[in-house]
C-alpha cells in the first residue's frame, strides 16, 4: 500500500512562490509516475503536472507551463511541485496521487488513471 502525505501549502500574496512537497511510504516510489492535481472550490480535479519514473520526462498543464514545475527525489521517496508567479485563481487544493508501481510510465493527465492520492494540502494566493 503507497501512503502520501503533501506539505509546503499555505497563504502566499500574489506573484510569490511556494514549493509543494509529497512524500511517499512505498517501496516501488521509484517506479511511479506521479502526479500533482489541483481542486478549487466547485471545480472538477484538474490536471497540474507528472513526472516520469526517473523524472526524466515531465509533462505541465499548458495554463501554467512557465510558472510551475514537477520534480522528484527518488532517494528520498519524494516528488516537487514548484510554483511561482502565483495568481488569486491559483487557489485550490493540491493533490499528489501516485500511478501504480510498474504499470506504466506513460504521463496520464487524467485522475482515474492514478491509483494512490495524498489527503491534499491548501493552497491561498491573495489578491
Known amino acids: 500500500q503507497v501512503q502520501l502525505a503533501e506539505s509546503g501549502g499555505g497563504l502566499v500574496q500574489a506573484g510569490g512562490s511556494l514549493r509543494l512537497s509529497c512524500a511517499s511510504s512505498?517501496?516501488?516510489?521509484?517506479?511511479?509516475?506521479m502526479g500533482w492535481f489541483r481542486q478549487a472550490p466547485g471545480s472538477e480535479r484538474a490536471f497540474v503536472a507528472a513526472?516520469?519514473?526517473?523524472?526524466?520526462?515531465?509533462d505541465i498543464a499548458d495554463s501554467l507551463k512557465g510558472r510551475f514545475t514537477i520534480s522528484r527525489d527518488n532517494a528520498k521517496n519524494t516528488v516537487y511541485l514548484q510554483m511561482s508567479s502565483l495568481k488569486p485563481e491559483d487557489t485550490a487544493v493540491y493533490s499528489c496521487?501516485?500511478?501504480?508501481?510498474?504499470?506504466?510510465?506513460?504521463?496520464?493527465?487524467?485522475?482515474?488513471?492514478?491509483?494512490?492520492w495524498g489527503q491534499g494540502t491548501q493552497v491561498t494566493v491573495s489578491s
Open positions: 496521487a501516485a500511478r501504480e508501481p510498474y504499470f506504466s510510465d506513460y504521463l496520464s493527465t487524467r485522475p482515474l488513471d492514478y491509483d494512490y
Open positions: 512505498g517501496r516501488t516510489f521509484s517506479r511511479s509516475v
Open positions: 513526472i516520469s519514473w526517473s523524472g526524466g520526462r515531465i
